[in-house]
């Protein structure tokens, strides 16, 4: 009896250090995958801070340090969003701190970079906002780590663990945007403005306007049909004011159909590049722009249209694949074929280029 009741013991010792041990060799096999993907993040956004300050630096009269030190500040700019405890009213609020962040970073982009275009300026925004984007990422990251850590939490380490595939997806498509800002070359994103120009080409539009600060506007009558074009004002990357340009539009004639063009993230299993027919405003974002242009749209009761072209996160914040090129090239035709078929002629429609025009002349 008393031989049975020591192996017992021995065995409910020893299945217990098994548990204890098997416990700590999981948690330590999943915070070094979860360092792993740190030092991958740490690497990206140091990386990409390193290519800020030099392109910064190559336009600036101001010396390296202080231009990394400016660097620094603009990647740490916080946006705070207004009050939500009453929403009424919380578009125009929120629109009003994105047009003054963006106003404000811009500026102080043109005053380290003094020596740069106006191209260089924009640019050289949309860069800031991908290292900020980077930054922002591993530091929350960072701190879940070390939360977890700090508690010895199994749990909260493998939840991280589990999400850090998705993560590591939006570093790569920052990254791609990084590359691409700093060269000012299209981007899947550029999808929208690149069919918007491409139709002016083809339709021969001579009236261009630019009543809304970096968004121009082309007029051309076809085939008994009055149709307005509106794009970012491109080569620089900007996604400009798509629903002041409409506003503007609606001001001076009477709209009986709006089309927009835009880049859309395809689900896993679906093919880079195509194209989907919607309903509604495509266009991604805060939704700042697009309830203005449903608003304006729905007092008219003039019927939305959108057309789609699929493709991943990567795709579209990295240098414009050929796929995505051909889709946007096939996308021309798709849209042409929409504002004949569906705008009677007498009539007027817009055709909205929603996304970055970065590249886009």
Known sequence: MNGTTFDLIVTMIVLMLFAYLSRELEIM????????????????????????????????????KEVREKASQLIETALIFPVNLDPYG??????????????EVEGEVARIASKGSRVDVQNLTNLVEAVRALNYLYKVINHYYLIARKFKSLWLILQLNALLP???????????????????????????????ASLARRFGAVRRYEPVKDTEIFYVEHKGRRIYLAKARGPGGTVGHLDEALKWILERDEVSLIVSVDAALKLEGEETGLISHGFGVAMGGIGVERFRIEEMATKRRIPLYAVLIKMSEWEASSIMSEKVYRAADKAVGIVHDVLLNKCAPGSTAVVLGVGNTIGVP
Not at 42 to 64: I, P, V, Y
């Open 90 to 103: 919380i578009v125009e609020k929120i629109r009003h701190i994105l047009y003054t962040a963006q106003e």
């Open 166 to 196: 998705f993560v590591l997806e939006e570093i790569k498509a920052l990254e791609g945007a990084v590359k691409a800002f700093r060269n000012g070359l299209p981007i899947g994103d550029s999808a929208g403005p690149y069919v918007v």
């Open 29 to 64: 096999r999943a915070i070094n995958e979860v360092e792993g993907y740190l030092a991958l993040f740490k690497q990206s956004r140091d990386n990409a801070f390193e290519s800020l300050t030099k392109s910064l630096g190559r336009l600036s009269h101001l010396g390296e």
